[in-house]
């Protein structure tokens, strides 16, 4: 027997969500999969449903087919990228030309971008925005790869005909900074003090390190607000074909890594509000950022303000 009714409501869920992942992520079709659990589609179906559970044979036959351990089945201790590198039916390491085109960013946000899909939808659309844009986990591996504004700008427009809003967006951009706080990026910002400081190198210094789609340009700077402006880089611009790099989902997600700098250093995040886009028709894209010191952020509102 290769399932039993379920006993356990909390167990049957998360295992049948492991086994349905397994065989989304590896592109297994349904005719394998039910060989590989020796199971009709009906028995399959309770379990997906909760109504039954695998037995330690199924899970077993299961990892004996991944080269898995039975105990990280069960628990959903599985790197999923690495399967289906794996499983990958040939080559797909390269990016899609469309992406290697104009390939001046690098693909740290590109991956936490994808990443966050994950932590903040579930894998279904992480694993569905991937296909969509025909990339392959085995592309998506080197953070300090080259590659093109247009994935990030491809994946936005998809995630906003999906219904994400400005806010989802600056939740992304937010995301790199859980992404980078283990980093060579966090390095860079331990020998700050300041949140002053951590914007000054963060706009003259990393983003020439990490990007050179846009040109960043502190305007005014104080101890407490900035404002930056950017704008598309004239010949990135002219390689690509287009006048204006990114959407105005882009600019939000920018926005929320913005506001995220001061982190870095142990500080809460500033409050940045968007005062012009050229997605609006505006001559740059400029941002105002209050990073305020905690003891007078605790007087006012923190919610960052999004426009």
Same mark, same amino acid.
């Given at each position: 027997m290769s399932l039993m009714f379920n006993s356990n409501q909390n167990r049957s869920p998360s295992v049948a969500n492991t086994l349905e992942r397994l065989r989304v992520t590896?592109?297994?079709?349904?005719?394998?999969? @039910?060989?590989?659990?020796?199971?009709s589609w009906i028995d399959y179906q309770l379990i997906r449903l909760g109504r039954a559970v695998p037995t330690e044979t199924l899970i077993a036959r299961v990892a004996e087919h991944f080269n898995l351990n039975s105990r990280d089945v069960l628990a959903g201790n599985i790197n999923y990228s690495a399967l289906a590198m794996n499983f990958e039916k040939s080559d797909h390491s390269a990016l899609p030309e469309i992406y290697s085109k104009a390939a001046f960013g690098r693909m740290r946000t590109s991956i936490s971008s994808v990443n966050f899909l994950e932590k903040s939808e579930g894998w279904r659309?992480?694993?569905?925005?991937?296909?969509?844009?025909?990339?392959?986990?085995?592309?998506?591996?080197?953070? @300090?790869? $080259?590659?093109?504004? /247009? @994935?990030?700008? +491809?994946?936005?427009?998809?995630?906003r005909l999906r219904q994400f809003q400005k806010a989802d967006f600056f939740a992304m951009g937010a995301y790199t900074f859980e992404a980078n706080k283990s980093t060579l990026i966090a390095k860079l910002f331990s020998e700050i003090t300041t949140a002053k400081e951590a914007y000054e190198f963060f706009f003259n210094d990393c983003m020439r390190l990490f990007e050179q789609n846009c040109t960043y340009k502190i305007k005014s700077v104080t101890s407490t607000n900035l404002v930056v402006e950017y704008l598309t880089n004239a010949d990135?611009?002219?390689?690509?074909?287009?006048?204006?790099?990114?959407?105005?989902?882009?600019?939000?997600?920018?926005?929320?890594?913005?506001?995220?700098? $001061?982190?870095?250093?142990?500080? #809460? #995040?500033? /409050?940045? /509000?968007?005062?012009?886009?050229?997605?609006?028709? +505006? +001559?740059?894209?400029?941002?105002?950022? +209050?990073?305020?010191? $905690?003891?007078?952020?605790?007087?006012f509102p923190v919610n960052i303000s999004r426009v």
């Amino acid at each position: 027997m290769s399932l039993m009714f379920n006993s356990n409501q909390n167990r049957s869920p998360s295992v049948a969500n492991t086994l349905e992942r397994l065989r989304v992520t590896t592109n297994t079709t349904r005719t394998e999969w @039910f060989d590989i659990l020796q199971l009709s589609w009906i028995d399959y179906q309770l379990i997906r449903l909760g109504r039954a559970v695998p037995t330690e044979t199924l899970i077993a036959r299961v990892a004996e087919h991944f080269n898995l351990n039975s105990r990280d089945v069960l628990a959903g201790n599985i790197n999923y990228s690495a399967l289906a590198m794996n499983f990958e039916k040939s080559d797909h390491s390269a990016l899609p030309e469309i992406y290697s085109k104009a390939a001046f960013g690098r693909m740290r946000t590109s991956i936490s971008s994808v990443n966050f899909l994950e932590k903040s939808e579930g894998w279904r659309l992480r694993l569905e925005a991937m296909r969509k844009l025909k990339i392959s986990e085995s592309a998506l591996q080197n953070p @300090f790869a $080259p590659i093109s504004m /247009k @994935f990030i700008t +491809d994946l936005c427009e998809y995630l906003r005909l999906r219904q994400f809003q400005k806010a989802d967006f600056f939740a992304m951009g937010a995301y790199t900074f859980e992404a980078n706080k283990s980093t060579l990026i966090a390095k860079l910002f331990s020998e700050i003090t300041t949140a002053k400081e951590a914007y000054e190198f963060f706009f003259n210094d990393c983003m020439r390190l990490f990007e050179q789609n846009c040109t960043y340009k502190i305007k005014s700077v104080t101890s407490t607000n900035l404002v930056v402006e950017y704008l598309t880089n004239a010949d990135v611009a002219a390689e690509s074909g287009i006048r204006h790099l990114g959407n105005a989902s882009v600019c939000q997600l920018k926005c929320g890594l913005t506001a995220n700098v $001061p982190r870095y250093i142990g500080h #809460p #995040p500033a /409050k940045v /509000k968007e005062v012009a886009c050229v997605h609006a028709g +505006d +001559d740059v894209c400029r941002l105002e950022v +209050d990073f305020s010191p $905690p003891q007078a952020l605790r007087r006012f509102p923190v919610n960052i303000s999004r426009v």
